[in-house]
T-cell receptor, first 112, second 115 residues
């Protein structure tokens, strides 16, 4: 059973057209992450939430925003996607202590 | 912040041989070190992890060692099989200051196992 669910699996958007990616979890984990992964590269952390405490990476572009309205859901908003934002976006969750991340299947974003 | 270096970037072995991937980290406050396997187009899958109070952990053909003093940890795969071919990422979980809860990945190793 899927525990971290990302929708949609594939998203196509136009250059400059806002897009929202969604993530939900059934694990009741208090930490949620958004990673960006480009081809042949490691996942790059964009943000993470510890409960409602939001942590933004210093090099995450202002074009990227995130919302976590409750424990189960987290959203990634890209206000004006550029061609360089085409990537796989991975959501992950983690429970308390030194526990592993649980990844969703990712959303592959294409910008035309 | 944490910096994780991973080597080699590519590794090619014959089926049945062993494969070793090494990582170093910079933040002494990091205390959890998972390894992920990622196949093309799929999400990273946890294959083994180790916590800082343990020096070695083994799960069938996979083992991980950790040297906290030297700040390095390694993945060992024995009796490799073609289905082990994938990209492997090491990672370190930070527990200090503003990096608390942040998982930093190494650059990845493309492992190819030839039949």
């Amino acid at each position: 059973d899927a525990m971290v669910i990302q929708n949609p699996r594939y998203q196509v958007t136009q250059f400059g057209k806002p897009v929202t990616l969604s993530c939900s979890q059934t694990l009741n984990h208090n930490v949620m992450y958004w990673y960006q992964q480009k081809s042949s590269q490691a996942p790059k952390l964009l943000f993470h939430y510890y409960d409602k405490d939001f942590n933004n990476e210093a090099d995450t572009p202002d074009n990227f925003q995130s919302r976590r309205p409750n424990t189960s859901f987290c959203f990634l908003d890209i206000r004006s996607p550029g061609l360089g934002d085409a990537a796989m976006y991975l959501c992950a969750t983690r429970g308390q202590g030194n526990s592993p991340l649980h990844f969703g299947n990712g959303t592959r974003l294409t910008v035309t | 912040g944490e910096n994780v270096e991973q080597h080699p970037s590519t590794l090619s072995v014959q089926e049945g041989d062993s494969a070793v991937i090494k990582c170093t980290y910079s933040d002494s406050a990091s205390n959890y070190f998972p390894w992920y396997k990622q196949e093309l187009g799929k999400r990273p899958q946890l294959i083994i992890d180790i916590r800082s109070n343990v020096g070695e952990k083994k799960d069938q053909r996979i083992a991980v060692t950790l040297n906290k003093t030297a700040k390095h940890f390694s993945l060992h795969i024995t009796e490799t099989q073609p289905e082990d071919s994938a990209v492997y990422f090491c990672a370190a979980l930070s527990t200090g200051g503003t990096s608390y809860g942040k998982l930093t990945f190494g650059q990845g190793t493309i492992l190819t196992v030839h039949p």
